[in-house]
């Protein structure tokens, strides 16, 4: 946002101490909230977005579970170059494909969050939520590509957080007391590959074991838990913010994303912790 003030009279008031030799800064903008409406299989979302601190909201109005991952396609690369990955997205992940910020998983009626800064250039949005059919929504259509256009204004601190999350290989690290209610949290990576953090609330009854088994099972029947959020992302070094209102009781925290060594799921290494809200 730039001043109010005429350009001609912040010019003048120069003159009058000596000259107008540059223009004012850019004042510091707002984060700019994106809400994006996740489909029985597409994204409703803006073809555009400006640089700089961004909040996308996911809101679940599918009746199937979604997620929004945000990939930045570097070195001038398209949507047509990025769809050999989509269609395997257990293979390695190309060099020039970024993960700054991501929606984990929501489920219908259900709105989840997270906030990052985004240069200019390429992204692409997708879920790869599998349906009960066992096929990916991303192999369904769920992709959509945008566009984040320079911006001249400041990029907007960070929210400040009450708790964080460090991402390391294969493990959470978690700082400050998850209670119950509304969170601020930051998410951070420390390496040396893309993690994500992904919420599950576990059913009355129901154990970290139950939540093995299920996974290990392919996800089949009714899942222990439910999926209330989270991150996908970021990129190592990187950090992103979302909140999160927590209830009391047990959740599950886990990573999904391909390892680079041996294509299976970091939960597969032991990317999984149980935690308890009081």
């Not at 223009?23 to 994204?43: C, E, I, N, R, Y």
Request: charged residues 15%; negative net charge.
């Amino acid at each position: 946002m730039r001043s109010h003030l005429p350009v001609w009279l912040l010019c003048g008031t120069a003159f009058a101490l000596g000259a107008c030799t540059r223009k004012p800064a850019p004042a510091q903008a707002a984060a700019t909230v994106v809400t994006v409406s996740a489909l029985d299989f597409a994204f409703t979302a803006p073809d555009t977005v400006p640089a700089g601190l961004v909040t996308f909201k996911l809101v679940g109005t599918g009746q199937e579970p979604h997620q929004m991952v945000v990939m930045r396609l570097d070195s001038g690369k398209t949507l047509a170059d990025l769809q050999p990955f989509l269609s395997a997205p257990d293979a390695p992940i190309p060099g020039w494909l970024k993960f700054p910020i991501g929606v984990s998983v929501i489920v219908q009626g259900d709105t989840g969050n997270a906030t990052a800064v985004l240069a200019p250039g390429r992204y692409a949005m997708a879920c790869f939520i599998p349906s009960p059919d066992g096929v990916p929504h991303v192999a369904k259509g769920m992709v959509r590509a945008f566009e984040v256009a320079p911006n001249e204004a400041a990029p907007a601190p960070h929210p400040a957080a009450d708790i964080t999350i460090i991402e390391t290989d294969y493990d959470f690290e978690i700082t400050g007391p998850l209670t119950a209610g509304t969170h601020t949290i930051r998410v951070e990576n420390a390496g040396p590959q893309v993690h994500e953090v992904a919420l599950n609330l576990l059913a009355p009854g129901k154990t970290l074991a139950d939540y093995q088994a299920w996974m290990q099972g392919g996800m089949r029947g009714e899942p222990p838990a439910k999926p209330v959020g989270g991150v996908t992302g970021p990129d190592v070094g990187g950090h992103i913010t979302f909140t999160a209102t927590l209830v009391a009781g047990k959740y599950v925290l886990v990573c999904l994303v391909p390892d680079s060594k041996d294509f299976q799921p970091h939960v597969m290494h032991g990317m999984i912790k149980e935690i308890t809200i009081t």
